[in-house]
T-cell receptor, first 110, second 117 residues
Framework: KQEVTQIPAALSVPEGENLVLNCSFT??????LQWFRQDPGKGLTSLLL???SQREQTSGRLNASLDKSSGRSTLYIAASQPGDSATYLC?????????WGAGTKLIIKP | DARVTQTPRDKVTEMGQEVTMRCQPI?????VFWYRQTMMQGLELLAY????????DSGMPKDRFSAEMPDATLATLKIQPSEPRDSAVYFC???????????????FGPGTRLTVL
């Protein structure tokens, strides 16, 4: 059974720092991995989708990597801003079903 | 700007009442997912439709939950009768499946926050 873990559960850093969020999964037989952002009381915004054949994806200040063999993905945020404060969730696609991590709550201090 | 829409955004009801949540997927998408999010359980898949046919609803309590797609532009999730433990945020997502498996992004609606008293 696929299990997804996100570390750390919470992270608070000063504005301007580069940071890395981690996601690990137990079964490497995945189709893709998706990173989402969730603001308090709001829905989920898709940030990046990495197919199983890819190693990384980039969008603006965000870079996500995937190492399927080791069951790990990282989300790198460059030059963090207060507007980046949110909960970041990773979800692994095993066929159609997304298996979710519990999220990392990120606070960027001005 | 194509997006998934959900109504209502908030619903407060009393135990035993029927609740219907609606979702309009992105035009052209052929897959629809219903998820539930709670503090304790996180995000859980309730049901999955492709081309309006339910492919998996194993995550739903069958005795009280039902999900349908009357047409390609509307998905519904119904709870009857509702219970306090059903209090959660219910998300709808849509995507485009090509071929047998689903490889693509899922786009989420804003959610319906349900409170059952």
């Amino acid at each position: 059974k696929q299990e997804v873990t996100q570390i750390p559960a919470a992270l608070s850093v000063p504005e301007g720092e580069n940071l890395v969020l981690n996601c690990s999964f137990t079964d490497s037989a995945i189709y893709n991995l998706q990173w989402f952002r969730q603001d308090p009381g709001k829905g989920l915004t898709s940030l990046l989708l990495i197919q199983s054949s890819q190693r990384e994806q980039t969008s603006g200040r965000l870079n996500a990597s995937l190492d399927k063999s080791s069951g790990r993905s990282t989300l790198y945020i460059a030059a963090s801003q207060p507007g980046d404060s949110a909960t970041y969730l990773c979800a692994v696609n095993s066929n159609y079903q997304l298996i979710w991590g519990a999220g990392t709550k990120l606070i960027i201090k001005p | 700007d194509a997006r998934v829409t959900q109504t209502p955004r908030d619903k407060v009801t009393e135990m035993g009442q029927e609740v219907t949540m609606r979702c309009q997927p992105i035009l052209g998408h052929n897959t629809v997912f219903w998820y539930r999010q709670t503090m304790m359980q996180g995000l859980e898949l309730l049901a999955y439709f492709r081309n309006r046919a339910p492919l998996d609803d194993s995550g739903m309590p069958k005795d009280r939950f039902s999900a349908e797609m009357p047409d390609a532009t509307l998905a519904t999730l119904k709870i009857q009768p509702s219970e306090p433990r059903d209090s959660a945020v219910y998300f709808c997502a849509s995507g485009l499946a090509l071929g047998g498996a689903f490889y693509n992004e899922q786009f989420f609606g804003p959610g319906t926050r349900l409170t059952v008293l």
